[in-house]
Protein backbone atom coordinates (compact mmCIF):
# COMPACT_ATOMS: atom_id res chain seq x y z
CA UNK A 1 0.00 0.00 0.00
CA UNK A 2 0.84 3.52 -0.15
CA UNK A 3 4.21 4.43 2.39
CA UNK A 4 3.81 7.97 2.29
CA UNK A 5 0.92 9.60 3.43
CA UNK A 6 0.09 13.22 3.56
CA UNK A 7 -2.51 15.51 5.42
CA UNK A 8 -4.93 16.66 4.62
CA UNK A 9 -6.11 15.94 1.56
CA UNK A 10 -7.88 18.97 0.74
CA UNK A 11 -7.74 22.65 2.25
CA UNK A 12 -9.43 25.40 1.83
CA UNK A 13 -8.61 29.03 3.03
CA UNK A 14 -8.71 32.79 2.84
CA UNK A 15 -6.30 34.35 1.29
CA UNK A 16 -3.62 35.42 3.78
CA UNK A 17 -4.43 32.45 6.11
CA UNK A 18 -1.36 29.76 6.63
CA UNK A 19 -1.46 26.43 5.16
CA UNK A 20 0.51 23.49 6.96
CA UNK A 21 0.28 20.36 5.13
CA UNK A 22 2.01 16.93 6.84
CA UNK A 23 3.73 13.76 4.96
CA UNK A 24 4.08 10.31 6.81
CA UNK A 25 6.07 7.68 5.88
CA UNK A 26 5.45 4.48 7.27
CA UNK A 27 9.71 3.53 6.30
CA UNK A 28 12.75 6.44 7.59
CA UNK A 29 13.75 7.95 4.78
CA UNK A 30 17.20 8.49 2.84
CA UNK A 31 15.46 12.38 2.08
CA UNK A 32 12.74 14.16 1.39
CA UNK A 33 11.82 15.99 -1.46
CA UNK A 34 9.08 18.76 -2.16
CA UNK A 35 6.75 19.17 -5.32
CA UNK A 36 4.01 21.65 -6.48
CA UNK A 37 1.57 20.86 -9.11
CA UNK A 38 -0.63 23.01 -10.56
CA UNK A 39 -3.80 22.49 -11.57
CA UNK A 40 -3.19 21.04 -15.12
CA UNK A 41 0.35 21.28 -14.74
CA UNK A 42 3.38 18.65 -13.73
CA UNK A 43 5.36 18.71 -10.62
CA UNK A 44 7.75 21.44 -10.10
CA UNK A 45 10.55 20.81 -7.48
CA UNK A 46 10.72 23.12 -3.91
CA UNK A 47 13.15 22.07 -1.98
CA UNK A 48 15.18 18.67 -0.94
CA UNK A 49 15.73 17.72 3.32
CA UNK A 50 18.22 15.16 4.20
CA UNK A 51 19.15 15.83 7.04
CA UNK A 52 17.50 14.87 10.90
CA UNK A 53 15.50 17.83 12.11
CA UNK A 54 16.50 20.10 9.04
CA UNK A 55 14.72 22.94 8.72
CA UNK A 56 15.22 24.70 5.50
CA UNK A 57 12.82 28.19 4.25
CA UNK A 58 11.83 29.97 0.66
CA UNK A 59 10.20 33.34 1.80
CA UNK A 60 6.96 32.42 2.50
CA UNK A 61 7.37 28.46 2.64
CA UNK A 62 9.27 26.55 5.79
CA UNK A 63 9.99 23.38 5.03
CA UNK A 64 11.06 20.43 7.98
CA UNK A 65 11.92 16.84 8.13
CA UNK A 66 11.52 15.36 11.61
CA UNK A 67 14.05 13.82 13.52
CA UNK A 68 13.36 10.73 13.49
CA UNK A 69 13.26 10.97 9.38
CA UNK A 70 9.79 9.35 9.10
CA UNK A 71 7.68 12.97 8.76
CA UNK A 72 8.43 16.27 7.34
CA UNK A 73 5.99 19.84 6.86
CA UNK A 74 5.16 22.28 4.71
CA UNK A 75 4.30 25.50 5.75
CA UNK A 76 2.89 28.43 3.77
CA UNK A 77 2.68 32.02 5.65
CA UNK A 78 0.03 33.99 4.26
CA UNK A 79 -1.08 32.34 1.47
CA UNK A 80 -1.39 33.74 -2.09
CA UNK A 81 -3.68 32.70 -5.07
CA UNK A 82 -0.55 31.96 -6.67
CA UNK A 83 -0.04 29.20 -4.46
CA UNK A 84 -2.65 26.91 -5.26
CA UNK A 85 -2.02 23.18 -6.66
CA UNK A 86 -1.16 19.99 -4.92
CA UNK A 87 1.79 19.65 -2.84
CA UNK A 88 3.93 16.22 -2.79
CA UNK A 89 6.44 15.14 -0.46
CA UNK A 90 8.47 12.13 -1.85
CA UNK A 91 10.62 10.19 -0.11
CA UNK A 92 13.46 7.72 -0.68
CA UNK A 93 13.72 4.44 1.37
CA UNK A 94 17.40 4.21 0.18
CA UNK A 95 15.97 1.56 -2.51
CA UNK A 96 12.31 2.65 -3.77
CA UNK A 97 10.64 6.05 -4.25
CA UNK A 98 7.61 7.03 -3.43
CA UNK A 99 5.34 10.23 -4.02
CA UNK A 100 2.89 10.94 -1.08
CA UNK A 101 -0.78 11.30 -1.53
CA UNK A 102 -0.77 15.12 -1.63
CA UNK A 103 -2.42 17.86 -0.44
CA UNK A 104 -4.55 20.23 -2.78
CA UNK A 105 -4.75 23.49 -1.76
CA UNK A 106 -7.63 25.75 -2.60
CA UNK A 107 -7.17 29.66 -2.04
CA UNK A 108 -9.94 31.82 -1.44
CA UNK A 109 -9.19 35.56 -2.86
CA UNK B 1 18.10 24.79 -21.18
CA UNK B 2 16.20 23.17 -17.88
CA UNK B 3 13.65 21.77 -20.04
CA UNK B 4 11.65 18.41 -20.20
CA UNK B 5 10.06 17.95 -23.51
CA UNK B 6 6.99 15.70 -24.44
CA UNK B 7 5.10 14.37 -27.33
CA UNK B 8 2.58 14.20 -28.27
CA UNK B 9 0.67 16.38 -25.54
CA UNK B 10 -2.28 14.00 -25.82
CA UNK B 11 -2.81 10.73 -27.57
CA UNK B 12 -5.96 8.79 -27.98
CA UNK B 13 -5.24 4.84 -29.39
CA UNK B 14 -7.66 1.69 -29.60
CA UNK B 15 -6.23 -1.26 -27.24
CA UNK B 16 -4.89 -2.67 -30.43
CA UNK B 17 -2.83 0.48 -31.38
CA UNK B 18 0.83 0.48 -30.79
CA UNK B 19 1.89 4.08 -30.14
CA UNK B 20 5.31 5.46 -28.35
CA UNK B 21 5.58 8.37 -26.26
CA UNK B 22 8.92 10.72 -26.20
CA UNK B 23 10.72 12.50 -23.94
CA UNK B 24 13.94 14.58 -24.48
CA UNK B 25 16.36 16.60 -22.37
CA UNK B 26 19.49 18.47 -23.07
CA UNK B 27 20.56 19.13 -19.65
CA UNK B 28 23.37 16.54 -19.82
CA UNK B 29 20.88 14.74 -16.96
CA UNK B 30 22.52 11.36 -16.85
CA UNK B 31 18.88 9.92 -15.14
CA UNK B 32 15.41 9.41 -16.92
CA UNK B 33 12.24 8.25 -15.70
CA UNK B 34 8.46 7.18 -16.64
CA UNK B 35 5.86 7.93 -14.21
CA UNK B 36 1.84 7.50 -14.36
CA UNK B 37 -0.66 9.21 -12.48
CA UNK B 38 -4.31 9.35 -12.68
CA UNK B 39 -6.85 12.09 -12.03
CA UNK B 40 -5.93 13.28 -8.00
CA UNK B 41 -3.50 10.80 -7.62
CA UNK B 42 0.15 11.08 -6.69
CA UNK B 43 2.73 10.15 -10.21
CA UNK B 44 3.39 6.40 -9.49
CA UNK B 45 7.36 5.41 -10.88
CA UNK B 46 7.53 2.87 -13.65
CA UNK B 47 10.93 3.14 -15.23
CA UNK B 48 14.22 4.66 -14.26
CA UNK B 49 16.87 4.56 -16.74
CA UNK B 50 20.42 5.58 -14.78
CA UNK B 51 23.38 6.27 -17.61
CA UNK B 52 21.09 4.73 -20.24
CA UNK B 53 20.50 1.66 -18.67
CA UNK B 54 17.13 0.43 -17.12
CA UNK B 55 17.83 0.17 -13.37
CA UNK B 56 14.42 0.29 -12.13
CA UNK B 57 11.24 -1.63 -13.36
CA UNK B 58 8.21 -0.81 -10.81
CA UNK B 59 6.64 -4.23 -12.08
CA UNK B 60 4.92 -2.74 -14.72
CA UNK B 61 3.35 -5.08 -17.49
CA UNK B 62 4.98 -5.98 -20.62
CA UNK B 63 2.81 -3.81 -22.65
CA UNK B 64 5.02 -0.95 -21.58
CA UNK B 65 8.40 -1.10 -22.82
CA UNK B 66 10.75 1.35 -22.44
CA UNK B 67 13.66 2.58 -24.70
CA UNK B 68 16.51 5.21 -23.71
CA UNK B 69 18.42 5.38 -27.06
CA UNK B 70 20.69 7.83 -25.93
CA UNK B 71 21.62 10.01 -23.04
CA UNK B 72 19.10 13.05 -23.65
CA UNK B 73 15.68 10.83 -25.36
CA UNK B 74 13.48 8.27 -23.57
CA UNK B 75 10.94 6.75 -25.26
CA UNK B 76 7.29 4.55 -24.22
CA UNK B 77 6.33 1.70 -26.39
CA UNK B 78 2.71 1.14 -25.75
CA UNK B 79 0.99 -1.90 -26.81
CA UNK B 80 -2.43 -3.67 -26.35
CA UNK B 81 -3.28 -1.02 -23.86
CA UNK B 82 -6.32 -1.06 -21.64
CA UNK B 83 -8.79 1.61 -20.73
CA UNK B 84 -7.44 1.58 -17.15
CA UNK B 85 -4.23 2.45 -19.12
CA UNK B 86 -5.61 6.35 -19.45
CA UNK B 87 -3.28 8.50 -17.51
CA UNK B 88 -1.16 11.75 -18.00
CA UNK B 89 2.01 9.93 -18.53
CA UNK B 90 4.93 12.03 -17.00
CA UNK B 91 8.75 11.98 -18.05
CA UNK B 92 11.70 13.42 -15.82
CA UNK B 93 14.93 13.95 -15.53
CA UNK B 94 17.45 14.23 -12.86
CA UNK B 95 21.46 15.09 -12.62
CA UNK B 96 22.19 11.48 -11.55
CA UNK B 97 20.68 8.45 -9.99
CA UNK B 98 22.52 5.73 -8.60
CA UNK B 99 20.78 2.83 -8.31
CA UNK B 100 18.84 2.76 -4.83
CA UNK B 101 18.94 6.50 -4.89
CA UNK B 102 16.74 8.02 -6.48
CA UNK B 103 15.94 10.79 -5.13
CA UNK B 104 19.50 12.37 -4.41
CA UNK B 105 18.42 15.10 -7.27
CA UNK B 106 15.90 17.14 -7.75
CA UNK B 107 13.85 15.81 -10.38
CA UNK B 108 12.55 17.80 -13.45
CA UNK B 109 9.67 17.33 -14.81
CA UNK B 110 8.26 17.30 -18.48
CA UNK B 111 4.61 18.65 -19.21
CA UNK B 112 3.59 14.92 -19.98
CA UNK B 113 1.44 13.13 -22.37
CA UNK B 114 -2.49 12.84 -21.64
CA UNK B 115 -3.25 9.56 -22.57
CA UNK B 116 -6.47 7.76 -23.81
CA UNK B 117 -7.18 3.96 -24.67
CA UNK B 118 -10.86 3.66 -26.46
Known amino acids: GQQVMQIPQYQHVQEGEDFTTYCNSSTTLSNIQWYKQRPGGHPVFLIQLVKSGEVKKQKRLTFQFGEAKKNSSLHITATQTTDVGTYFC?????????FGTGTSLTVIP | DTEVTQTPKHLVMGMTNKKSLKCEQH?????MYWYKQKAKKPPELMFVYSYEKLSINESVPSRFSPECPNSSLLNLHLHALQPEDSALYLC?????????????????FGPGTRLTVT
Open chain 2, 27 to 31: MGHRA
Open chain 1, 90 to 98: AGDTGNQFY
Open chain 2, 92 to 108: ASSQEGARGRLAVYEQY
